[in-house]
């Protein structure tokens, strides 16, 4: 199986829920990022399809 390349994110927190998510991650004994990821991966979702939209960058561009 091939690996999928991971995408990076960057956002910001207000500080009582970075403390908060801080907090959770050293409870349960994982990486803030590895807590984030377990929280969205078993999160229940509406439509269990891809949501991905195509993007403008996909294809080459007509010449």
Known sequence: MKKKKRKMVS????????????QYAF???Q???SALTS???????????SWRQ???FDHEPDE
């Open 11 to 22: 956002f910001s927190l207000d500080p009582e829920v970075y403390e908060r998510l801080h």
């Open 27 to 29: 409870e349960q004994h």
């Open 31 to 33: 990486s803030m990022s």
């Open 39 to 49: 929280w969205i991966m078993n999160a229940k979702v509406k439509y269990d399809v």
């Open 54 to 56: 195509e993007s403008l």
